[in-house]
Antibody, heavy 114, light 112 residues
Framework: EVHLVESGGGLVQPGGSLRLSCAVS????????MTWVRQAPGKGLEWVAN????????YYVDSVKGRFTMSRDNAKNTLYLQMNSLRVEDTAVYYC???????WGQGTLVTVSS | DIVLTQSPLSLPVTLGQPASISCKSS???????????LSWFQQRPGQSPRRLIY???NRDSGVPDRFSGSGSGTDFTLKISRVEPEDVVIYYC?????????FGQGTKLEIK
């Protein structure tokens, strides 16, 4: 059974940083693109970033370019999202997902507020 | 970026009756490989989204056959043949033909 478990969310001040992690099991992690998707409270879904199987290609939505860095550790079956220079509008539940996206984690809430 | 416009944003439904949601794209979603990467998701309150349909009309495993997808090019539709109580939630269309992948705004079904 596929499991994706996000962690690392929390309350941070504008301009601050957070690092999200997503532990994956039951899935051939090192052979799959992976994705972060976010959802602001009461709002719709927004694709944030994609990363290729070996990490050699990464794509970001314009609103996070230069501030967020997606990475992966295939030996640990773990996905990461380093978020710097956080803004109030980055407040959202962040989900990691497999291709499709078929499988989703339960999400981790990031709140950016002073 | 490709904009997906769903309509209606709120859909009053009658249990046991059909329902239909439209998703219109600002550009053709036909990929260079000939596939059209348009999917539909369902999201229940407090839960992660669940994919129902991929590549316009293919149902995911475990999805009831009352859900169907259709369309081509820029116009797509999700249909529920007979709405059940557990279907009265939010639905999103999504394209991953062209980066950045984008979602529609969501359509909330409500009991009439």
């Amino acid at each position: 059974e596929v499991h994706l478990v996000e962690s690392g969310g929390g309350l941070v001040q504008p301009g601050g940083s957070l690092r999200l992690s997503c532990a994956v099991s039951g899935f051939t992690f090192d052979k799959s693109w992976m994705t972060w998707v976010r959802q602001a409270p009461g709002k719709g879904l927004e694709w944030v970033a994609n990363i290729k199987e070996d990490g050699s290609e990464i794509y970001y939505v314009d609103s996070v370019k230069g501030r967020f860095t997606m990475s992966r550790d295939n030996a640990k079956n773990t996905l990461y999202l380093q978020m710097n220079s956080l803004r109030v509008e980055d407040t959202a539940v962040y989900y990691c997902t497999t291709p499709g996206p078929i499988y989703w984690g339960q999400g981790t809430l990031v709140t950016v507020s002073s | 970026d490709i904009v997906l416009t769903q309509s209606p944003l709120s859909l009053p439904v009658t249990l046991g009756q059909p329902a239909s949601i439209s998703c219109k794209s600002s550009q053709s979603l036909v990929s260079s490989d000939g596939n059209t990467y348009l999917s539909w998701f369902q999201q229940r309150p407090g839960q992660s989204p669940r994919r129902l349909i991929y590549k316009i009309s293919n149902r995911d495993s475990g999805v009831p056959d009352r859900f169907s997808g259709s369309g081509s090019g820029t116009d797509f539709t999700l249909k529920i043949s007979r709405v059940e109580p557990e279907d009265v939630v939010i639905y999103y269309c999504m394209q991953d033909t062209k980066w950045p992948n984008t979602f529609g705004q969501g359509t909330k079904l409500e009991i009439k």
